[in-house]
């Protein structure tokens, strides 16, 4: 795949042009101020009392109520939570969707699984960073930026692509560089790496370790330590080179018995499985599974939050921490 880089876009584009973005989280905030620092007018829509308001205004931003924002805007770029935004888009942006105008997300969640379905005389994207909103103001105030993808859904106007590139330069993203997809592919991906590695898998594999250790009756310290501590020092090496890097780095005994053992945890079946959790991503399953959940009450979901937060780890890693806060 080809990575745009920024000699591929012009921010000029969607200069004169108004972007609402919609929410001020953390991905709402950083890049509604990233856009903003690079000369392009962006108002921001909340729901009336939102305490998410005078931050916003604090930064300089004209805050409006959501309906309001979307009809004042050329370019709506929804940053709600995924399970948010379908009742928003019929009650504050639908309304407001006139020809010509722009619908953009950062994530293709709604769009993929039709909980949205725009009008078919707008435009269409998406401009989505690979990191957390923080990383990715970060690196923008440090001159780079994080990677990015774009996609392009609808192209009524002939220049979506043109709108995408312009945001992504605005973000910074075409620092680092963006690669084109679908939205099937950012949002089917993005699901299963936060299931089954990033958020899921990591955090099992963490918890497991580490019950392992103090089940056999050593220190809930040390193996908060083994297990979770020196996780963000592998993953480190990692990111800065790759599997091979880190092996490099480790010592021959931590190498031969990572590389002889780690297939007797993440075996042939873990793989099997990951395939299921791929499928139930692909069909839409775990996507109405949550919107279900949500609409629900979140009862399920609050109960894994009390759990996990609740566990030793969580009470042991809080007191560790600590330890290392400067007086």
């Known amino acids: 795949m080809k990575f745009l880089k920024d000699k591929d876009a012009d921010v000029n584009s969607v200069k004169g042009k108004t972007i609402a973005v919609i929410g001020y989280g953390a991905q709402g905030a950083a890049q509604a101020m990233c856009m903003k620092d690079s000369g392009l007018n962006v108002i921001i829509g909340l729901r009336q009392g939102s305490e998410k308001w005078k931050t916003a205004e604090q930064y300089g931003f004209e805050v409006l109520e959501t309906a309001k924002a979307a009809e004042k805007a050329d370019i709506i770029h929804v940053l709600m939570p995924d399970e948010k935004q379908a009742d928003a888009f019929e009650n504050d942006i639908k309304p407001h969707l006139t020809k010509g105008k722009t619908l953009s997300f950062s994530h293709g969640f709604n769009i993929c699984y039709k909980f949205i379905v725009p009008p ?20 923008f105030l440090q001159g780079f930026g994080v990677p990015g993808l774009i996609s392009i859904r609808q192209d009524v106007s002939g220049n979506a692509k043109k709108t995408a590139l312009a945001m992504a330069k605005a973000c910074g993203f075409t620092r680092a560089g963006v690669i084109e997809c679908t939205f099937e592919q950012e949002t089917f991906e993005d699901l299963f790496g936060e299931q089954a590695v990033l958020c899921g898998g990591l955090s099992e594999l963490i918890t497991t370790g580490f019950e392992t250790l103090v089940e056999a009756g050593y220190p809930a310290e040390m193996a908060y330590f083994e297990c979770l501590h020196e996780t963000k020092l592998i993953v480190d090496l990692i990111y800065e080179g790759g599997m091979t890097h880190m092996w490099d780095v480790v010592s021959n005994t931590a190498e031969y018995g990572g590389r002889t053992r780690g297939k007797a945890i993440i075996d042939p079946e873990v793989k099997q499985r990951m395939k299921k959790l791929l499928a139930d991503v692909e069909s839409g399953k775990f996507a109405n599974e949550w919107i279900a959940e949500y609409k629900s009450g979140l009862k399920n979901f609050k109960k894994l939050r009390e759990e996990q937060n609740n566990h030793e780890i969580e009470i042991v890693g809080k007191e560790i921490r600590d330890l290392f806060k400067k007086e």
């Open 120 to 139: 078919t005389d707008i435009d269409v994207i998406m401009v989505a960073p690979k990191a957390p909103g923080t990383e990715e103001r970060k690196q």
